[in-house]
């Protein structure tokens, strides 16, 4: 079986093959997606979550509940598929991960919030560049309840206030079902991000939430950002763009 990704490059196909003997097809004859379930886990180490997540879709059945999970991590280095090692400027101490989403090199790091998509597409009918699209809508929405605008790029996904950048995202899709998903700057040390080209641009600045004007509580964004992306899964109007 083949697998695709996509992150801060856009869309690829047919990057890998699936883990010995196959793996359960993820398409469910449902019409009607099972309720979705947010996961508060905390501070968690990034490879230990990552294996987590490939072992939840890969042993996928029918009628297995989509969650979201959201965490903090300790400080490292993640490189995509399409990562380079040039973007790889001073690691310094924190370690680097090679890993399977789509993308280039970020920074993880504890003040950050990542939700992590673990969602069935085909059966929620939503494409994977749709996925990005809400993704972004819902850190723009999230922003924007909090007076501060935030936009998309076309072709640099991710989510920018001005010309610096308050959250990445990165994808893996295998057989329907997605996992990685996005990262928004809270109230974090932005100096590693000096040390890596983020998400693959050299001279790219970034900012974080605390930066521009907003004082609320780390665990108080979490949670409404976990809202934001419900919110717009469950909503079959959906369309990207429009704030809600």
Known sequence: MSGEEIGEEGEGKNIGSGAVGGEPECSHPSPFPLPLSPRFLGLVEYQPTWRAMKDFTAARATGTQDEIWMVQHPPVYTLGQAG??????CPGEIPVVRTDRGGQITYHGPGQVVAYLLLDLRRRKINVRQLVRLMEQAVINLLAQHGVAAQSREGAPGVYVGEEKIAALGLKIRNGCCYHGLAL????????FARI?????????????????ISVSLAALERRLAQNLLALLLHAGFQPGISR
């Open 185 to 192: 700057n809270v109230d974090m040390d932005l100096t590693p």
């Open 84 to 89: 380079k090692p040039e973007h790889l400027l």
């Open 197 to 213: 080209h983020p998400c693959g641009y050299a001279g790219l600045r970034v900012t974080q939430v605390s930066d521009v004007g």
